[in-house]
């Protein structure tokens, strides 16, 4: 979703704008990144009140053959298998920053909450971002 502000945004250190990749862009798997957000901090647990942040990697794709809908070129597919973080229900929505540009949207994971997780791959869409920026 694209949001247009009535007024400008009043920028500080606490609120500032994130990069967004160009058009197509692959982000190599490997690569470290950070998924920040206010969800569930596990099966049985409730949503964090304190926004919280875990680095998790780009998988290679096949990691997320295990997700029937699971498409490389629309998606991302982070977070190792082998690790036990990972964004969990409640996070969806939110950001996934390589190396300071929003790369991907937390879209869907497992119900167990472990790795590996689906984010919506954001330079796939940067030719409709584009589109509508221009008209507004």
Known sequence: MLLKLKRKANLTLAVGTVPLPPNFYSVPPGTMCWVAGWGRMGVMKPGSDTLQEVKQRLMDPKVCNCFVNFDHNLQLCVGNPRK???????DSGGPLLCAGV???????????????????????????????????
């Open 102 to 136: 929003a790369q991907g949207i937390v879209s869907y994971g497992r119900k167990d909450a472990k790795p590996p997780s689906v984010f919506t791959r954001i330079s796939h869409y940067r030719p409709w971002i584009n589109k509508i920026l221009k008209k507004n």
């Open 84 to 90: 036990k973080n990972s964004a969990f229900e409640g």
